[in-house]
């Protein structure tokens, strides 16, 4: 995240139209409600280990995750055992400085970023370990990577084209996108921070703001498909300061800060948002989960009472990562599913 100038608290009311893109809808059917049961837990964290909780989880088929404890940004393979949900640690090379972001390619190999030293690592899973499968380069402000038919995504809020593509083999194939918002360079990066997620049953790569309401979907080849901007995301304004700096704003009546994007049902999209209220730190007031239509970005509905930080596992599973307790905890997803098209 670049660096802010704080201090400035200004209300804001952000408007909450809706901006659709190519191949968007007005109107679409709600969807039935997500229900979800539990499977199996890991406990949240006690008072002497207080600061640790589990992020950027990385699915392989059948099921298997990796995740990354935090802020140590250790590596751990979480298993279902019985009614417990088992954290083991795995040991990664020293060549790993900083491990940023995890996901998984086509081949099943673990890609692990590392923008200190600008390399994706590829590693395939061997027992209760590691084996090293290459590695290969990315240009410098890499904070996010997804992977998909072949190809991994690496996403750069800070350049122009945000997305860098690269082959099987990592070698560099085109990039594609727009940054967020206007104005300065500084101001176009901190809107641009996000997430970027591979949405592989739709062939999607999906971008989304962190501070704000803002999706854009895109084809494989980088065509924009959609643009949208959530209905009730209340986002947190940033400022042009002068003499190269920013200010992000607290509004006082509360904000909306990304938590995760995922495809829980064939054919939608799952965005979570946690409401803030100023001097309250990173404790959310309420998750908000809407679901949206991935042909079309079109809203299909909100639900307020589903854990945060939700990501799909395959079949009818999926897992939550609390950041705010460090618990995790598998679900299954018990509600009416849609038909896969």
């Not at 049961?37 to 008072?47: D, K, N, W």
């Not at 904070?143 to 991994?152: E, L, N």
């Not at 304004?237 to 909306?256: C, F, K, N, Q």
């Amino acid at each position: 995240m670049p660096k802010v100038c704080l201090g400035l608290v200004l209300t804001a009311a952000l408007s909450a139209a809706v901006s659709p893109g190519p191949g968007s809808q007005a109107q679409a059917a709600p969807q039935p409600p997500i229900t979800l049961v539990r499977i199996a837990a890991l406990p949240g964290r006690s008072p002497a280990d207080a600061s640790r909780y589990l992020d950027h989880p990385a699915v392989q088929a059948g099921g298997h995750v990796f995740a990354l404890r935090m802020p140590d940004r250790r590596l751990v393979r979480l298993e279902v055992r019985g009614g417990t949900l088992t954290a083991a640690e795995v040991p990664l090379p020293a060549s790993v400085y900083v491990p940023l972001a995890l996901a998984v390619d086509h081949g099943g190999r673990l890609l692990v970023l590392d923008p200190s030293v600008r390399r994706v690592f590829r590693f395939t899973p061997a027992g209760t370990g590691l084996r090293d499968a290459g590695s290969f380069p990315v240009e410098d402000g890499a904070d996010g990577i997804c992977a998909m038919s072949g190809r991994v995504y690496v996403y750069r809020p800070g350049a122009e084209h945000p997305v860098t593509v690269y082959s099987d083999a990592g070698a560099p194939a085109g990039s594609f996108g727009q940054q967020f918002g206007a104005g300065s360079a500084r101001r176009r990066e901190a809107l641009s921070q996000g997430q970027i997620f591979c949405s592989v049953a739709e062939r999607q790569v999906i971008v989304a703001t962190s501070l704000s309401g803002d999706l854009r979907s895109y084809g494989e080849s980088g065509r924009l498909l959609w643009s949208r901007r959530l209905s009730g995301v209340q986002a947190q304004p940033v400022l042009d300061a002068g003499e190269g700096r920013i200010s992000i704003v607290s509004p006082r009546d509360g904000s909306h800060v990304l938590l995760s994007v995922t495809s829980i049902r064939p054919g939608s999209l799952l965005v979570q948002h946690g409401f803030r209220l100023p001097g309250q730190g990173s404790a959310n007031r309420r998750v908000e989960s809407r679901t949206i239509a991935s042909g079309s970005g079109a809203e299909l509905g909100r639900q307020d009472d589903l854990p945060g930080w939700l990501t799909a596992l395959g079949g009818d599973r999926a897992i939550s990562l609390d950041q705010a307790t460090g618990a995790a905890t598998v679900w299954r997803v018990a509600g009416p599913r849609r038909q896969p098209r």
